[in-house]
């Protein structure tokens, strides 16, 4: 069974640093895409960043230059640090077995994996 735990949320400053960790366990990182997203009460779960096993990853323009995501197949553990925190970045985070751009129903519904999520919160 696919379980992901994250890790590391926080509160920092704006133009801080985080970084999350994704624990993933009862899969092999060698063969799975791991999407990283976000979300705000009231608003959609977005995506912000997919790690692929044989791609470079991508980024929604918003993080683009100051999120960079990456792998550790030692630990399988996925890891997205953060640079640059802006306070519109304020969100509860959360990574998955699927990418996509907005998280739907088609998403939520038990054929993807997801963690509990870790809060970030950012301060001006």
């Known amino acids: 069974q696919a379980q992901l735990v994250e890790s590391g949320g926080g509160s920092v400053e704006a133009g801080g640093s985080l970084r999350l960790s994704c624990e993933v366990s009862?899969?092999?990182?060698?063969?799975?895409?791991i999407g990283w997203f976000r979300q705000v009460p009231g608003k959609q779960r977005e995506g912000i960043t997919c790690?692929?096993?044989?791609?470079?990853?991508t980024y929604v323009d918003s993080v683009k230059g100051r999120f960079a995501v990456s792998r550790d197949k030692v630990t399988n553990t996925v890891f997205l640090q953060m640079n640059g925190l802006k306070p519109e970045d304020t969100a509860i985070y959360y990574c998955?077995?699927?990418?996509?751009?907005?998280?739907?129903?088609?998403?939520?519904?038990?054929?993807?994996?997801w963690g509990q999520g870790t809060q970030v919160t950012v301060t001006s």
């Open positions: 790690s692929m096993p044989d791609a470079g990853p």
């Open positions: 998955s077995t699927v990418c996509t751009s907005v998280a739907g129903p088609e998403h939520m519904g038990g054929k993807f994996s």
């Open positions: 009862g899969f092999s990182l060698d063969y799975q895409v």
